[in-house]
């Protein structure tokens, strides 16, 4: 079977903008082909706003995210897969969903032992960190 990942992800996105909410994605930035502004990235996770007026040029597809996105006055193409998104939230009441780190080779064969170090240079596999986010059923 699919994933059933790509379609959380566009269920919560869509119940979050539907209850006038902003929907925040936290990312693994060190998974393979995830490309975000790496002077935003702490403990090699980012948070992005995807909301409608925060974004421009959403995609999102049931491989990847992409929009383009503001930092700091500079627009930025954000492509993130959806293996690397570790959560969807509202930003107003942290209602949504997270999920657990997924191996990092992806789906061209890539061995996960190339991307166990984040760009700090510190160890990140199998490393996982309790969220604030409630689980909605």
């Avoid at 992005?48 to 995609?59: C, Q, Y």
């Avoid at 930003?91 to 700090?120: H, L």
Wanted: hydrophobic share 40%.
């Amino acid at each position: 079977m699919l994933s059933n990942k790509p379609y959380l992800i566009r269920a919560f996105y869509q119940w979050i903008v539907d209850s006038a909410c902003t929907p925040y994605i936290v990312v693994n930035a060190n998974f393979p082909r995830c490309r975000v502004p790496l002077e935003h990235v702490e403990n090699g996770e980012i948070t992005l706003n995807i909301s409608p007026i925060a974004v421009r040029d959403f995609n999102l597809t049931n491989a990847m995210i992409e929009f383009k996105a503001s930092f700091s006055g500079v627009v930025h193409s954000i492509s993130v897969p959806t293996k690397a998104v570790l959560a969807i939230y509202a930003n107003e009441n942290q209602q949504g969903m997270f999920f657990d780190y997924e191996d990092m080779a992806d789906d061209e064969g890539e061995d996960a032992s190339d991307f166990s170090t984040t760009q700090q240079g510190k160890n990140t596999t199998n490393q996982k960190s309790r969220s604030h986010l409630k689980l909605v059923e």
